[in-house]
């Protein structure tokens, strides 16, 4: 029922900007929580950007904090990732997820530590350098 589907990934120059696409469906944009998280070959999951609805709140990684910027857009139920000055090392599949019935004492640390419910099938974002 819950539908994500991820777009905008593509090959990059390092230093150049991409704006990946999660249009969502089957959940209603009140209440809940969205987030990007990507997986390299070889490596862990990594939880890039979330997004709680409840209070508006916002968190990166680390790695990508000043670079990557989440929206959302309640009124096309489509969320954004906006990544500039992207890095060889950002070369991964970004996937879109969402918990469409977020709890109060879930914050975007949690998500980042155990995902979250649904998940979209992935866009490959690949930075040369």
């Given at each position: 029922e819950v539908q994500l589907v991820e777009s905008g990934g593509g090959l990059v120059q390092a230093g150049g900007s991409l704006r990946l696409s999660c249009a969502a469906s089957g959940f209603t944009f009140d209440d809940y929580a969205i987030g990007w998280f990507r997986q390299a070959p070889g490596k862990e999951r990594e939880?890039?950007?979330?997004?709680?609805?409840?209070?508006?709140s916002t968190d990166y990684a680390d790695s990508v904090k000043g670079r990557f910027t989440i929206s959302s857009d309640n009124a096309k139920n489509t969320v954004y990732l906006q990544m500039n000055s992207l890095k060889p090392e950002d070369t991964a599949v970004y996937y879109c997820a969402v918990d469409p019935a977020p709890v109060t004492y879930y914050d975007c640390s949690y998500y980042f530590e155990y995902g979250m419910d649904y998940w979209g099938k992935g866009t490959l974002v690949t930075v040369s350098s």
């Open positions: 939880g890039v950007s979330c997004f709680v609805s409840s209070d508006g």
